[in-house]
């Protein structure tokens, strides 16, 4: 943030070539800020920039950057340099870069690391795209249950210094099996001399590698740690997750959700950063998809020609009648979804749901179906008595047109109602996402279905009048 | 998870009234999974586990309750238990707890801490909702730039009990100014003698405390931290926030945002816990301004009834074209939306936004108009080659109304697209939330004006050959 005041000194430093300057001046700076004053620089300040911080800030600094800026300064830096950060970068954030690249860049880039760097790359990039395997760093802090809290600090003094956090000390066995998972603070407040299986309460939470990430973030949510041990099939501890890991798990997933909700599929990139065919591409699946389905209107329109013919005051109130049940459907989808997410609702919960909606819906439409109703009464009577239009707004037959218009909204609002919070726990059910059931999806779905109770309802109270 | 397996063995042992079993059971467990299978008990069993539980584990499974758990097992448990309770409760999730009950009741409540507590608690409940200084916890160990890292873990191993993490240790001057916040790791990997000066970079990042919870998160965001100092205006460090907490707003933001994007006012409450009547009334208050807004369909047909009589065709695509502008506009508010929330895009961004929406929309408007002319021109074609309506399907004129359909359908879905991504900006711009232009707000707006469109197009194109 204070940075941005001082974007005219960087450039003039770079200008006048004062590297030494440019050097201290980033020095003390926190990486997220040299980060982001980076980000809005040209490319070529950029390389400069990073040539001259120190290799470790260098390091830090990169992985604060995204993944584009991040391919395209591999692209223009020397190799050393490449090297250096590449092999200086902590094994998560690494992994996050190799696997957005294209897989032939990726291999050239492991060329680069150091054997043992090398072999920690691999073995987590052969973990399935989405699992806790790629999230972890295998950075961490063992000890056994017979030392003392002096060994285990002596120890972390000499051989933490890599360690992604050491704000928790892992106890593992002879085989690396983990039995306990202890926070630094039970080894900072205890005196010296006390053995750590003393302090061990052998109840510890853990992630295994081949969870998924959002079921890693539901345990997360439920036990608000700061870092969680993983696992490989045998118990014994590979790595760790580190909570800010999640809130970007936890972020993306919302992100998807809710394009799902506005009707496309998932950008999976920035706004700012997609191209604009990937995008349209993105967007134009979903929209053709509801418009094959929009179509089903017309065809069922056409069916109601002729009734359309004699009460042509019909056609007035389906734009209104049609998005009625479509807001409501997706108010409840929506909430559904949501809710699902969060595991505030799960699938036996539907019975539940279903009668909450009924009472719901109902009451929902009865409001709005008691407004339509005073709106066309209303509407017709200033017309008799002050408008006089020849013939009368809604026809000699109003007080019929308004109870049609008032009983097909309590019919499509409480439908919308119903298949709008039904919808995701069917699509949970067939194991499709729940978000799928977008607005749009919902609305279209209700579209079609609100015609056609809006015209059998019309049927039914006008024939013999005007139909 | 394996707590729900040993529900019945619980239930016996409450039954036999075999208290030292149920505490020794229960004893090792972490506090997320004791409180986990609390939840589903009836409220008598409740109390009577709460009051086997070790003091310390009763205060921390107490805090794993949501608010209405905690507030119904306070009316019942014992005087001395609530006391116990409260004043063991980490200061931020008493104040959690706090201000969702009723004045009186935490007015009652906080007669029951210790002086001190009492000095904390009412401290916190003085900052404004929703502001960092509401989230904070004042425990955190600061130390002075003149200690050595031996002194500073003596003073952590003495004074450290109730800090809320010992994973930062912050250094502060003789009148409490904040002067830098230290991982704990920079003094478990220094040799003792080291001075705290010598370990100081003098770069911090701080909150304060009238901050917004959003903002907080923001600056989370974009340090990754796992914990924040946060100071008063004075800069003095008054307490710490921790991500866990962020978490949470994270979510909590994601949801509201979720559901004003459905359509309604953000819940506040978990679905399964909020009244139907309160649920109704949030989503009624949105239907009936939506609805109000789609009565403007009514009017704007009414104006076309004329052009309706002679060409009732155009009708039958009444629904879908005005879906189809709905649909593109819901894409491209939601789109907007959540990059707003994320920051990806910021209100200086809305001209280039624009032009790559206005490509955006021309394309995914022809490609529906495409569809859409097909679709006519091929059921028109079927009609009169095999099938002989009479009057055929969509008249003599029907490559009139094929072009019509898809002319107005770019038209609809430019216009759409347009509407939809500028309006998060106009909200914003006048302060409003953008998350208000929901899916189906914009839906509504495009109805109206879609259906305008549509009809204007018609009489510029059916001028004449049917109108």
Request: aromatic share 10%.
């Given at each position: 943030m204070v940075g941005k005041i001082l974007i005219p000194e960087i450039r003039s430093l770079i200008a006048a070539r004062d590297f030494a300057g440019l050097r201290e001046l980033f020095s003390e700076w926190p990486p997220a800020d040299v980060a982001e004053v980076i980000v809005d620089m040209p490319e070529d300040d950029r390389v400069i920039i990073f040539r001259v911080l120190p290799a470790a800030l260098a390091a830090d600094v990169f992985e604060y950057l995204d993944v584009d800026a991040q391919q395209s300064l591999l692209h223009c830096m020397a190799h050393e340099q490449v090297v250096a950060i590449l092999n200086e970068?902590?094994?998560?954030?690494?992994?996050?870069?190799?696997?957005?690249?294209?897989?032939?860049?990726?291999?050239q880039l492991i060329q680069l690391l150091t054997p043992e760097e090398r072999r920690v790359a691999r073995a987590l990039l052969g973990y399935p795209e989405g699992s806790v395997g790629r999230l972890m760093t295998p950075d961490f802090v063992a000890v056994r249950e017979n030392w003392t809290v002096k060994e285990v600090l002596d120890y972390v003094r000499e051989h933490g210094q890599d360690s992604e956090t050491l704000n928790f000390i892992y106890v593992v066995d002879e085989r690396g099996k983990l039995i306990d998972d202890l926070r630094i603070r039970n080894f900072l407040l205890r005196p010296l001399n006390t053995r750590v299986d003393e302090i061990m309460d052998r109840s510890?939470?853990?992630?295994?590698?081949?969870?998924?990430?959002?079921?890693?973030?539901?345990?997360?949510?439920?036990?608000?740690?700061?870092?969680?041990?993983?696992?490989?099939?045998?118990?014994?501890l590979v790595g760790i997750v580190t909570q800010d890991d999640m809130l970007d798990v936890a972020e993306e997933e919302a992100t998807e959700d809710i394009?799902?909700?506005?009707?496309?599929?998932?950008?999976?990139?920035?706004?700012?950063?997609?191209?604009l065919w990937r995008m349209v591409r993105k967007r134009a699946g979903w929209l053709i998809i509801l418009f094959l389905g929009e179509m089903l209107t017309a065809t069922a329109m056409a069916n109601y020609q002729d009734e359309l013919a004699k009460a042509l005051v019909l056609a007035l109130f389906l734009p209104l009648i049609i998005s009625s049940g479509g807001n409501s459907g997706s108010q409840a989808s929506t909430l559904m979804i949501r809710a699902m997410a969060l595991g505030e609702v799960t699938l036996r919960d539907w019975w539940h749901v279903m009668r909450r909606e009924l009472q719901a819906g109902l009451s929902l439409g009865v409001i709005l179906g008691v407004i339509g109703t005073v709106?066309?009464?209303?509407?017709?009577?200033?017309?008799?008595?002050?408008?006089?239009?020849?013939?009368?707004?809604?026809?000699?037959?109003?007080?019929?047109?308004?109870l049609t218009v008032g009983i097909a909204l309590v019919g499509v609002v409480l439908w919308g109602t119903l298949s709008g919070s039904m919808l995701p726990f069917l699509l949970r059910r067939v194991g499709a996402d729940p978000a799928t059931s977008s607005a749009p999806f919902v609305a279209t779905l209700v579209d079609v279905t609100g015609l056609i109770i809006y015209f059998s309802i019309a049927l039914l109270i006008m024939r013999g009048a005007m139909l």
């Open positions: 970068m902590s094994p998560d954030d690494r992994t996050a870069l190799l696997e957005e690249m294209p897989s032939v860049a990726a291999r510890f939470v853990h992630l295994t590698v081949n969870e998924t990430q959002e079921e890693a973030l539901n345990i997360f949510r439920k036990y608000d740690r700061a870092a969680l041990a993983v696992v490989d099939s045998n118990g014994v394009q799902k909700i506005g009707g496309m599929e998932a950008l999976d990139e920035p706004y700012m950063r997609i191209s709106r066309v009464a209303f509407w017709a009577m200033i017309d008799k008595k002050y408008l006089h239009h020849q013939p009368p707004v809604y026809g000699a037959h109003w007080p019929l047109v308004a």
